[in-house]
């Protein structure tokens, strides 16, 4: 498979439909960068904690 890091591509595409990378690309970035940083930013904590910072009222029944 090729990597290519600058562009956060791998041939086996896992990288680009899912947005973290694949095997492929962490044996790349092992030895340069932790892997968590190349992550899509839908996929991180802060994406996470952000979208769960509202109360979400509950509804009155299953008719509404
Ligand atoms: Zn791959």
């Known amino acids: 498979m090729v990597v290519d890091l600058g562009k956060r591509l ?20 092992a030895r340069v960068r932790r892997p968590d940083e190349f992550c899509h930013q839908w996929l991180t904590m802060e994406a996470y904690n952000n979208t769960y910072a509202f109360h979400i009222n509950p509804i009155p029944g299953q008719a509404l």
């Open 10 to 29: 791998c041939t086996c595409g896992f990288w680009q439909l899912s947005g973290m990378p694949c095997v492929h690309a962490c044996a790349a970035l």
